[in-house]
């Protein structure tokens, strides 16, 4: 059972550049969503999903663009990297959406870096 | 919205002593609360949760949190720490008004040999 997996897990870009940072869950979980982490700030939400062809913005959704078109894949774009979008992205599902305290499985993470 | 304090981003102790990591939210509601870790490299694993059952929370690896309405707190502590526990760990409440999660900014635990 792989759980989320995320790739690549690290990737340099020129500013400008585009690229979509992969995300997949085998769990049949209905919630999926992008956090960014930077350091001494926690994590932010960028989108997240409740189920496939449903989308929605978190905290810091400028830049990012996401679809769902199938439960298991929910990837992230970024249409024209800039310096300010280096940071450590997390992809996390939940069965089900977040009330009654349903928890978050992350993956791994991906490192991004934009010069 | 609900949101959580994490007071000493880094938090030095010693193998065998003590570990205790605060936290504090704010939230209008009866709260879920949880804590995660993050061992280098890795994402965030669940250590417990709290959610208006017992305030004496158990979870993973020997850690445990108390609830504590009147303090608006929820510390997590661990009797005896181990080298293996050098992670950052995370506070959580969720938002009720959306059901988000709100994180707080984490403490950088090093653990001491």
């Known amino acids: 059972n792989a759980g989320v997996t995320q790739t690549p897990k690290f990737q340099v870009l020129k500013t400008g550049q585009s690229m979509t940072l992969q995300c997949a869950q085998d769990?049949?979980?209905?919630?999926m969503s992008w956090y960014r982490q930077d350091p001494g700030m926690g994590l932010r939400l960028i989108h997240y999903s409740v189920g496939a062809g449903i989308t929605d913005q978190g905290e810091v959704p400028n830049g990012y663009n996401v679809s769902r078109s199938t439960t298991e894949d929910f990837p992230l774009r970024l249409l024209s990297a800039a310096p300010s979008q280096t940071s450590v992205y997390f992809c996390a599902s939940s069965k089900g959406d977040l009330s009654g305290a349903n928890v978050l499985t992350f993956g791994a993470g991906s490192r991004l870096t934009v010069l | 919205a609900q949101s959580v304090t994490q007071l000493d981003s880094h938090v030095s102790v010693s193998e065998g002593t003590p570990v205790l990591l605060r936290c504090n939210y704010s939230?209008?509601?009866?709260?879920?609360l949880f804590w995660y870790v993050q061992h280098p490299n890795k994402g965030l694993q669940l250590l417990l949760k709290y959610t208006s059952a017992a305030t004496l929370v158990k979870g993973i690896n020997g850690f445990e949190a108390e609830f504590k309405k009147s303090e608006t707190s929820f510390h997590l502590t661990k009797p005896s720490a181990h080298m293996s526990d050098a992670a950052e760990y995370f506070c959580v409440v969720r938002n009720y008004g959306n059901n988000r999660l709100a994180f707080g900014k984490g403490n950088q635990v090093v653990v001491i040999p």
């Open positions: 939230s209008s509601y009866s709260p879920s």
């Open positions: 769990m049949n979980h209905e919630y």
